[in-house]
């Protein structure tokens, strides 16, 4: 069974750009998180999706934003881009919520 | 919300040496993970554990959830298992947000 993909794998972008990631979860997972690790910060939690639901959000502004398809894909969108928001995302999906869950490689952001 | 401990921050070892790895966390969870991040920022799931004992290979873990706090123990090291550990947590049932420790970073030397 493949893993969890993420495209692209690497950004660059400049201040006030936006962004949009990309999230493939496991087959036949229907959950799909993500997830922000700075050197500063580690790892947060952005925000979680259920049968195309957003069920729990993190404490970001609403810059970032994300929603999941009806294929459980899901994609996280960050607009007007500042130099912080450089960082590695991280998406993972788990069959259902509470249950394991399991990383894809993540997309390293370079916000300029 | 729930605080988050890992302990040593950083080991060193030779090849061959065992380790104990320790998370402690501040409330009630219903879920606890063990991640090994590898050099390259792969997150690889190693123990899914809210309670109890489990072991995979060379690696185990033990969750005692009344006392709040998570072992992994690896042994035998090899240069493989250099990265950095995290322990994450869930306190809600049916959400798969986590709270990440701040991770222990392991090096192994041959």
């Known amino acids: 069974k493949a893993g969890v993909t993420q495209t692209p794998r690497y950004l660059i972008k400049t201040r006030g750009q936006q962004v949009t990631l990309s999230c493939s979860p496991i087959?036949?997972?229907?959950?799909v998180s993500w997830y922000q690790q700075t050197p500063g910060q580690g790892l947060q939690f952005l925000f979680e999706?259920?049968?195309?639901?957003?069920?729990n959000k993190g404490n970001f502004p609403g810059r970032f934003s994300g929603r999941q398809f009806s294929n459980s894909r899901s994609e996280m969108n960050v607009s007007t881009l500042e130099l912080g928001d450089s960082a590695l995302y991280l998406c993972?999906?788990?069959?259902?919520?509470?249950?394991?869950?399991?990383f894809g490689p993540g997309t390293r952001l370079l916000v300029l | 919300g729930i605080q988050v401990e890992q302990s040593p921050p950083d080991l060193i070892l030779q090849e061959g040496a065992n380790s104990t790895l320790r998370c402690n966390f501040s409330?009630?969870?219903?879920?606890l993970q063990w991640f090994h991040q590898n050099p390259w920022g792969q997150l690889i799931n190693l123990f899914y554990?809210?309670?109890g004992t489990k072991q995979n290979g060379r690696l185990s873990a033990t969750t005692v959830a009344t006392e709040r706090y998570s072992l992994l123990y690896i042994s035998s090291s090899q240069t493989t298992d250099s990265g950095v550990y995290f322990c994450?947590?869930?306190?809600?049932?049916?959400?798969?947000?986590?709270?990440f420790g701040t991770g222990t970073r392991l090096q192994v030397f041959p």
């Open positions: 993972a999906s788990s069959y259902n919520p509470s249950e394991a869950q399991y």
């Open positions: 087959s036949g997972h229907r959950s």
């Open positions: 999706y259920f049968s195309e639901t957003q069920r």
């Open positions: 409330d009630s969870v219903n879920n």
């Open positions: 554990i809210p309670s």
């Open positions: 994450a947590v869930g306190g809600s049932y049916n959400t798969d947000k986590l709270i």
